[in-house]
């Protein structure tokens, strides 16, 4: 009998016996039903009691389901399924969601703030008054979604897809949507102050009132799009393609616009005043005056010069002729006084023209009258002309 006995643990193997290689075998199988019954468990509390914050949701499928306030906060929802479902007023905030399928979801006044949902397919997806702050949407499938007063305040869309999408009266300041397509996409009264917009594209977006402000939008993408009413005051567009488009009471105060292409642009009371259009091509296909070098180095301090001995009855360090002329352009100033230094256009006294003038080879047709302007429609706002005492800077954004 016990060479018998020997014979079987010889073919079984010399480490373990065959009573416990059985035993482990059962152990084990214990461990995977415990850990799918767990799964089982959480998937079923959410859909039951609406609530399963920080569970393990990985692929599961909560597609075509009403299961409006529920709290999914912190959970894992890797690749999870929760297309066609009604998810009003839920609960995301940091929630794992990379991969996930949303499409044709309602998350209206949802709160997906710090929530992670890159590469996510959100498409015809309803996102009215969501909480999306600091939420990371990079590459995601956002196509025909509605974001309307959305809070995407310093969210992260990189590389997302905002085709067609509606963002009105959304919120978007700080917000990072460097290579984005917001291609035919409807902007009207959203904030983009402060955004990162480097290559977006922007073709066909209705931007009516859409506010631009301090914006890096180096090499942007306008071409043939209606710009009405935006703002881009000191915005950064280099580079930034506008060929084509029509730019109509538009704000570009001190914007940088080094290299940017208006060829077969329309301009319509656009204001320029202060902008940077070095080596830009104009709207007649003409290059603007070379970038000046930058300058390396501190510059050595100017040599002192001496100042002429002061006439009489002149006072010291004015200008020949007396005190007259101050805002002029070195024009004859109505009272019969001497010509005066250059000073600031549009200031009262000034012969010159007032603020916006547009430089050479932008011409401007006219149009509507700018907010807040008294100007007309037949005299476009910031190209117009000002007499002495003419005051304003015609700017009404």
Known sequence: ??????????????????VRRHWV??????????????????????????SCRYCDLRYDDFSRRDMAGTDFSGAYLFGANLSWSILDHSQFESAILPQAKMEWADFDESNFAKASLEDAMLFKTTLRRAQLRMANLSRANLTGSDLSDAMLLTAVLEGADLTDARLTGADLRSANLRDANLSNSRLRNADFQGSLLT????????????????????????????????????????????????????????????????????????????????ESIKPDGTLEDPCPEEKKGSPLPAAPTASPAPQDGQIPGAPPGGMGGMGGYGGAVPGGMAPGV??????????GQSYGVPPSGYPSSGGEAFPGSPSSGTQPIGFRSGGAGAAGDGIGL
């Open 342 to 351: 250059p000073g600031i256009p549009g200031m009262p006294g000034s012969p």
């Open 199 to 278: 290559r977006a594209v922007l073709r066909g977006a209705d931007m009516v009132n859409a506010n631009f402000a301090g914006a890096k939008m180096k090499g942007a993408s306008f071409a043939s799009t209606y710009v009405r009413r935006a703002n881009f005051r000191k915005a950064d567009l280099d580079d930034a393609d506008f060929s084509g488009a029509i730019l109509d009471a538009t704000n570009l105060q001190g914007a940088s616009l080094r290299r940017a292409n208006f060829r077969g642009a329309t301009l319509k009371n656009v204001i320029f005043h202060g902008a940077d259009l070095c």
């Open 1 to 18: 009998m016990e060479r018998v006995a020997m014979g079987y643990r010889r073919r079984l193997g010399p480490v373990m016996p065959v």
């Open 25 to 50: 075998a059962w152990v084990a199988g214990a461990l995977l039903a415990g850990c799918s019954t767990v799964d089982t468990t959480a998937f079923e509390t959410a859909a039951s009691t609406r």
